[in-house]
Structure formats: structure tokens, C-alpha cells
């Protein structure tokens, strides 16, 4: 019996694909930005509670607060941005439209 050593390779090279990952420290992200690279639905919504005593948030004042992000993936709340909340470049703040 011949056993093929590429699909395996295959597979453990998108293992890490599908992995969440935290903010990058010292910089600001937004709230989608969050979202989309990891599991952060709940960290947002109770920050947002902490920052602004309310308990029940739209998806765009999720989307479009915007974040610092500190060690080990924590985050503070900023503010809101009320024209959306723009990706930086790599390494780069994201910020408010004006």
C-alpha cells in the first residue's frame, strides 16, 4: 500500500488559515476589522457596555467604533465613527472617515 504524503502537507498548510488572531498592540482598529480577524463579538459588545453604559448595540455601531488595541489582544474603546470606520495600511492606524 503507496501512501501520498500531499494531501497531508496540503491540509496542515491551511490549518493556520482558519485561526483567529488578536489586534495588533499599540495600534486602532475597527470594530469589522475585529470581527473579521477573530473572535472578538463579545469583547466588543462588553466594551462598548463598559465605555458607553448601553446594553444593546446596531451591527454599524459595531462596525464603526473604532479601537485601541492593547496587550495580549485587549481593547479600549475609542469613539464611534459617525461617516464609517476606514482599515489602515499594514502596520497603520484605522480611523474615522471624515
Known sequence: MKISFVPLAFVAA??????ARNCTPKLDHCG??????GKYYSTISDELT???KATCFKKNQINDA???C???GT??????CK???QVGAM???DYCWA
Open 83 to 85: 461617516n464609517g470606520c
Open 50 to 52: 463598559r465605555a458607553t
Open 66 to 68: 473604532l479601537f485601541s
Open 91 to 93: 502596520g497603520k492606524h
Open 75 to 80: 481593547i479600549k474603546f475609542k469613539k464611534y
Open 14 to 19: 491551511l490549518a493556520g488559515f482558519g485561526e
Open 32 to 37: 469589522h476589522f475585529l470581527l473579521d480577524i
Open 70 to 72: 492593547g496587550p495580549n
